[in-house]
Structures are given as C-alpha cells and as structure tokens.
C-alpha cells in the first residue's frame, strides 16, 4: 500500500503541465465574428422595440409571447457561441491528449496517436500527422513565434514524434506532382 501511495506521488512529480496555445484567428475570421456579435445586437434592438410596440396593445396572445421569446433566446445565444469562440479558442497540450477547444466544441486526440509534425515553410502552416501515409492530418492555427513551443510540448509527451520540415521550393515540387 505504501509503494503504490509512492509510485503515484513520484509520477505526479514527474507529469508535465498542461500547456495552452491560443488560435491565431485571420483578420477575416475576426471581422465575421465582429459582424455576427453586430447582427445579435440588431436582432436584440429590433425585437426589443417591436416588443414595446407590442406590450401598448393587446398582449393576450401566447403565439406573439413566444415569437418574442424565440426571438431573444437566439439572439443571445448565438452572442454566447461567438463570444465563447473568440475567448475560448485553444490548443491544450497535456500528458496523455492534445484537446482542440473552439469555443464550446471539444475535440481529445491521443498524442500517443501523433505520427509526426510537419512544417511547410512557403505557405507557413504547421501540420500534424496521425498516420504513416500522411492522409489523416490536421492544420495548427497558432502564432508563428510559437511553432517550436507546440512542437516541443508535443515530443515532450511522446518521444516518437518525428519533426520535419518543407522548403518552399520543396513544397512547389509536391505541388507540381500532385
């Protein structure tokens, strides 16, 4: 009993903490979601001065209740979806999984899984690899400066990850072939 209580204090010694990297969201994207978080507060204004125009006259249908209630309730949570999007969109590097949060939506892979990383340096994208043929993959959206982080937390929790990358003249070739 008392080995066991040791073996676990000594592995959680040697756990390492979690990491976090932030989304690198393009001007685009920011622009989308400045404008959605714009059209919900229009659709909150509008259905706000309809439903005053609405309490000055005959308030006794349910139907008129419910439209202005549906009304609110997507206004707001669509505000909430993209608000959490942008505050809460992140890469967590922990000892067993590497979670994709985006927002509310989760997505756990086993870093045990990973294959290898790649870096193509003429389009600038970091990818990640689970398989040998290089057809199950993901794109990292992170800042540039923090590429070799992401790397070295990844290896880090699994030695076996191969790092790798692609010179732009390279990455033409392939393109050419394909």
Known sequence: MFYTALMNEKKQKNALPDETFRFQFTPLMIALFCLLLALCAAGIGLTTWQFVDFLKGDISSPYDWIKYLLLYFVSI??????????????YIVSEKTLTIQFGIIRSRYEIKNI??????????????????????????????????????????????IEFDFITPEEEKDQKKKK
């Open 115 to 160: 294959y290898s990383v790649r870096l193509f340096r003429g389009s600038n994208k970091l990818s990640v690899y689970f398989d040998d043929y290089k057809t199950k993959y993901m794109v990292i959206v992170v800042k540039d400066k923090w590429y070799t982080d992401f790397v070295q937390a990844l290896i880090k929790r699994n030695e076996k």
């Open 77 to 90: 949570l669509l505000a909430i979806i993209v608000l959490a999007m942008l505050i809460k969109s992140q």
